[in-house]
C-alpha cells in the first residue's frame, strides 16, 4: 500500500502524479499477474492573492476599483468587509467595482477588507492565506455661517472667528476677498483679525467674504 504522505507542490500549476497498479500472487515456483489498473493524484498549488495597498478617500468620492490578483491562473477570491456605512457591502466575490464613499459622521470611518483566495480543481477546493487592506473615508468639514457686518469707514471691524458645529477634528479654513478695498486683503486663513475699514469713495463698497472649510485634505462647502 502507499502510506500517507504530505502533499507538495510549489508551482503554480497543478501537478499530477498517474499511478499503475499491477496484482500478483505467487505460489511455489509460480507468480501470476492480473491486469493493472490506474489512478492519479493530483496536487493542487496553494493559490494567494497581492496584498492591495491601503485607500483615503473623502465623503461622496469615488473609491476606485480594486482588482484582485495572483500567482495562480485561475483563482477565485471572496472578501468581506467591516464597515458597511462607506457604502461597499459586507462580502461578495471577485474584485470590487468603483463606487462613492459615504461617511456621515464626524470622525474618519475605517473599513477593513479581508480577501481569500481559493483554487478549485475537480471536486477539491484550496484556499489561500488572507490579505487584508482598509479603505479610510474621511469625513466633510463644515463652517457655520456668518452674519453680514457694516461699518462706518475707519472704523475698527470685530474681528471673525470660524468654527464648526459639526465637530470634524482639524478643521481648518481659508477665505478669500472679493474686494480689498475695505482695507482686507485678498486671501487669508484661519480667523480674520481685525482691520481697520476703508473706503474711497462716496458710496458704500462692500466685500464677500468666502470660506472654505478643509480637514485630512477634504474640502467642504463654502460659506459666503
Known sequence: NIA?????????????GNFSVTPKYSNLQHECSGNPVTFSISVIPTPTVVDPANLVVCNNAAVPAVNFTGAVTG??????????????????????????????????VVAVVQVTPSYTHGPTTCTGTNESFTITVNPTPTVDAQAPAAYCVGSPSNPVLF???FGV???SFAWTNSNAAIGLAA?????IASFTTTNATNQSISG??????SANGCSGNSSN
Do not use: C, D, R
Not at 4 to 16: D, H, K
Not at 79 to 89: C, D, K, P, R, Y
Not at 208 to 213: D, E, G, Y
Open 4 to 16: 500517507a504522505f504530505n502533499t507538495v507542490n510549489s508551482g503554480n500549476t497543478v501537478q499530477t
Open 75 to 108: 483563482t477565485t477570491y471572496t472578501w468581506t468587509n467591516t464597515a458597511t456605512s462607506i457604502n461597499l457591502a459586507a462580502n461578495s466575490t471577485g474584485n470590487i467595482a468603483s463606487f462613492n464613499a459615504t461617511n456621515t459622521t464626524a470622525v474618519p
Open 163 to 165: 468654527s464648526s458645529s
Open 169 to 171: 477634528a482639524g478643521t
Open 187 to 191: 486671501t487669508g486663513n484661519g480667523n
Open 208 to 213: 464677500n467674504i468666502v470660506v472654505t472649510p
